[in-house]
């Protein structure tokens, strides 16, 4: 299939490079986008071509960066459901709420998306060693996708890591080590070790390839919604690939003139308490994050007080006419348990938050009741065992059993 890359260019200063070759960050110390050639997309794929190919990321073929179809890594990416949750959207008193439910994802979260870009392009550029910093999701997922490509995997996570993506990684054979320290911690020692183990850091926006996989998610969200774009997307907001990669799919798909009109949703970077740089930042009139002092959440995968891509969250929040904000950490168990009995949807504690944001959004007005939201589940629930300390009564067989308290 022909591929339309054209360069790659520094999120920051647009100086440009040559694709096909090994990159890590720019020469500014910033994320580089894959850029493509747009025209020559639109004239080779009409929208209605869609229709016919397989429900999955790789549908999207032109709109990604891999060359040769024998290098796609793929534990079948699947198109992702779009759960209408008219219960849930009752009890805020909304219209319509939507989540897109990123748990059906193989390793069970949207990391999937950005490791089967990220090891389909290490195995195109001849990569077979790579290291990740994680706060969870993303090492399992790379232990899974570089297991799939028969390449070597190292990770380091926090030793508070939940248990489930240690065993995850443990399982799919990478190289997991615990560390007594946070996701930047283990950030720098991925880049320390990379002289000596020669190793490639595909850390969160510091190769250019994670992001081509997240933005998938726009993709399929605007071709799901007919090619109309939501009022509002909230967004657990971590690294935030996810929220930088849909607004570049948004910009592509304006480019391509595949969109019935060109209204943007307002994105809302959500975080916890716990850990809000980007809330933080945003609350100051900021475009650069301060690394958030004493991170700690349960939501783990937005435990991030320090992230490289901080301006390109912020900047797309901003130019989406959207806010950041952060809603109290003890809250998240509430908003877990209040989904899922309503509508049966089992959120992360990431995507938790959002809906203390809607919740506020809410009662400031800064969200109508009318408007379509879309929430991302950006992960699957049943990962984190630590998050819910629940108090199950017990029956005692050998007792009578006290029917009229059941």
Not at 99 to 106: A, M, N, Q
Not at 274 to 302: L, M, N
């Amino acid at each position: 299939m022909p591929n339309f890359v054209t360069h790659l260019e520094c999120s920051l200063t647009g100086e440009r490079y040559p694709a096909g070759v090994v990159h890590n960050l720019s020469a500014a110390g910033r994320p580089l986008c894959v850029r493509y050639d747009l025209a020559a997309v639109r004239a080779a794929l009409p929208r209605e071509a869609l229709r016919d190919r397989p429900a999955n990321l790789w549908r999207y073929r032109e709109l990604l960066p891999v060359r040769d179809d024998a290098n796609i890594v793929s534990l079948d990416e699947t198109i992702t459901p779009l759960l209408s949750a008219p219960r849930l959207a009752a009890s805020f008193g909304v219209e319509q709420l939507l989540v897109k439910d990123e748990s059906r994802l193989p390793t069970g979260s949207f990391k999937a998306r950005g490791m089967a870009l990220a090891v389909s392009m290490a195995r195109e550029l001849g990569l077979t060693r790579l290291a990740v910093p994680t706060a969870g999701n993303a090492g399992g997922a790379l232990a899974a996708y570089a297991a799939r490509a028969g390449l070597e995997a190292t990770v380091f996570m926090p030793d508070d890591t939940p248990i489930i993506n240690q065993k995850e990684c443990f399982l799919a054979g990478a190289k997991t080590w615990l560390v007594n320290g946070l996701i930047t911690d283990c950030g720098r020692l991925v880049g320390e070790g990379k002289a000596q183990k020669g190793w490639f850091d595909v850390s969160t926006l510091k190769e250019p390839y994670r992001l081509e996989g997240k933005k998938t998610m726009g993709l399929e969200l605007a071709e799901q919604l007919g090619w109309e774009l939501p009022d509002v997307i909230l967004y657990p907001t971590g690294g935030g690939t996810g929220l930088i990669g849909m607004a570049k799919a948004f910009d592509e798909l304006a480019a391509l003139g595949w969109l019935r009109h060109d209204r943007r949703p307002r994105f809302i970077s959500c975080q916890s308490t716990g850990c809000a740089p980007i809330a933080t930042a945003f609350a100051r009139g900021e475009r650069f994050a301060t690394k958030f002092e004493g991170a700690a959440t349960v939501a783990s995968g937005i435990r991030v007080p320090a992230a490289v891509g901080d301006f390109l969250i912020l900047d797309a929040v901003r130019a989406s006419g959207g806010l950041a904000l952060a809603t109290p950490e003890a809250d998240i168990p509430r908003w877990m348990q209040l989904a899922a009995s309503k509508e049966g949807i089992a959120l992360c504690p990431e995507t938790a938050v959002c809906l203390g944001a809607l919740e506020v959004l809410l009662e400031r007005g800064a969200i109508r009741r009318d408007e379509r939201i879309v929430i991302f589940n950006t992960g699957a629930a049943q990962k984190y065992p630590e998050a819910v300390r629940e108090q199950l009564p017990r029956l005692d067989l050998a007792q009578p059993i006290p029917w009229d308290r059941i």
